[in-house]
């Protein structure tokens, strides 16, 4: 497995403003991932950052809107531009290990936009 | 596409009693497929995957490819089973990445 940290836990935003959110791995791993979850609903992929690469987002979001970077094997970052209050969800990070389909997941940060 | 449909939102069981919830998937290849589980303030994290073939926690699922399902199966239901439970189906995205289709998760209520 993995030991995966998030930072910030939680934070509250104005609308319009921007957020960055990292995520940090015990270890060094192949994949990570960035992931939504509104209010009420399942798990959405925002992009895969793969180490020393532009990330690969899903359809639905884009780089303006969600950059993300990925220095290292054992960190990334997501940052939630100009936000609004639609925005409003927890980001989740995941990584996967050596080509595994598996996927261990940080403990989230819950955002609020007013 | 591929797809995961959970089709209950809540899952309410008293204790003791069994507990089955429901997974479906479509998938052209041939699939393997994962539970997670979220209990309350906690992260998600994998319950079984149907390649390893385990009893976690009590729990069982059978991959049925000829209904298309993964149902999660427990005969005695406890409380602290109570939380989310997630179907995920790992789908290969190339150069070495798997990317997962989630379901919408049931809510499993085990009442006292």
């Known amino acids: 497995s993995a030991v995966i940290s998030q930072k910030p836990s939680r934070d509250i935003c104005q609308r319009g403003t921007s957020l960055t959110i990292q995520c940090q791995v015990d270890s060094q791993v192949t994949m990570m991932f960035w992931y939504r979850q509104q209010p009420g609903q399942s798990l959405t992929l925002i992009a895969t950052?793969?180490?020393?690469?532009?990330?690969?987002?899903e359809s639905g979001f884009v780089i303006d809107k969600f950059p993300i970077s990925r220095p290292n094997l054992t960190f990334s970052t997501l940052t939630v531009s100009n936000m609004s209050p639609e925005d409003s969800s927890i980001y989740l990070c995941?990584?996967?290990?050596?080509?595994?389909?598996?996927?261990?997941f940080g403990p989230g940060t819950r955002l609020t936009v007013l | 596409a591929q797809r995961v449909t959970q089709p209950e939102k809540l899952l309410s069981v008293f204790k003791g009693a069994p507990v089955e919830l429901k997974c479906n998937y479509s998938y052209s290849g041939s699939p393997e497929l994962f539970w997670y589980v979220q209990y309350s303030r906690q992260r998600l994290q994998l319950l079984l995957r149907?390649?390893s073939r385990e009893s976690i926690k009590g729990f069982t699922a059978d991959l049925n490819k000829g209904e298309t399902s993964f149902h999660l199966k427990k005969p005695f239901a406890q409380e602290e089973d109570s939380a989310m439970y997630y179907c995920a189906l790992p789908v290969y995205s190339g150069a070495g990445s798997y990317q997962l289709t989630f379901g919408k998760g049931t809510k499993l209520s085990v009442i006292p």
């Open positions: 950052a793969n180490q020393g690469s532009e990330a690969t987002y």
């Open positions: 995941s990584v996967s290990r050596g080509g595994g389909n598996e996927q261990f």
């Open positions: 149907h390649i």
